[in-house]
């Protein structure tokens, strides 16, 4: 049971370069998120999912693109990469009824360091 | 707006020490509480949740009181082990639409042998 799948691990970019972070799931959960991490915050919520085809603004889209043409997938995209994005992102998946309603499942993060 | 405040960090202490994160909330309704923690180099994982007033969620040695009466859900262990260094993430969920899950900033332990 693998759970909550992000590639890569590491990515260091160039400012202006594109670049698109992995996610993939295989508990079958219906939401999907995407949160950034900075040293000593909080999460904050990029992107979120509550199914495929449907996909909503967070609290700091800004230079973020997503899509979610299956239930297993919610690929980030980064445009025109900037050092404001440079940050630790964590791909998550939930499912909003049962016993395990509005618990989430993070992926391992993705480093990605913009130069 | 919704909003959880945690105790700053870090916390150091010795092998079975006593622990408390002090974490308070402001949101609207009856939301649900919950403590992820975030081992070096991992996501988070959650450690223990409660979904109504006066409720205990406990696990691993873990305990959380939701107490709607001060807006608290502080996080305590009796013991702590080596293995507990970790970061603590308090965090609510309001319900409705699903981007309501609302983290603190998180509260760096490290327990020292």
């Known amino acids: 049971n693998a759970g909550v799948t992000q590639t890569p691990k590491f990515r260091i970019l160039k400012i202006g370069q594109s670049m698109t972070l992995q996610c993939t799931q295989d508990m079958n959960h219906n939401y999907m998120y995407w949160y950034r991490q900075d040293p000593g915050m909080g999460l904050k919520l990029i992107y979120y999912s509550v199914g495929a085809g449907i996909t909503d603004k967070g609290e700091v889209p800004n230079g973020y693109n997503v899509s979610r043409s299956t239930t297993e997938d919610f690929p980030l995209r980064l445009e025109l990469a900037a050092p404001s994005q440079t940050s630790v992102y964590f791909c998550?998946?939930?499912?909003?009824?049962?016993?395990?309603?509005?618990?989430?499942?993070f992926g391992a993060g993705s480093r990605l360091t913009v130069l | 707006g919704n909003s959880v405040t945690q105790m700053e960090g870090p916390v150091t202490l010795s092998e079975e020490a006593f622990l408390t994160i002090n974490c308070t909330y402001t949101a609207t309704g009856y939301p649900s509480l919950f403590w992820y923690v975030q081992y070096p180099g991992e996501g988070l994982q959650l450690l223990l949740k409660a979904t109504k007033a006066d409720d205990k969620g406990s696990n691993k040695g873990f305990e959380a009181t939701y107490r709607k009466e001060t807006t608290s859900f502080h996080l305590e262990k009796g013991s702590v082990q080596v293995s507990d260094s970790a970061v603590y993430f308090c965090a609510l969920w309001s319900g409705g639409s699903a981007r309501q899950l609302t983290f603190g900033s998180g509260t760096q332990l490290t327990v020292l042998p």
């Open positions: 998550a998946s939930s499912n909003p009824q049962g016993s395990g309603a509005n618990v989430l499942t």
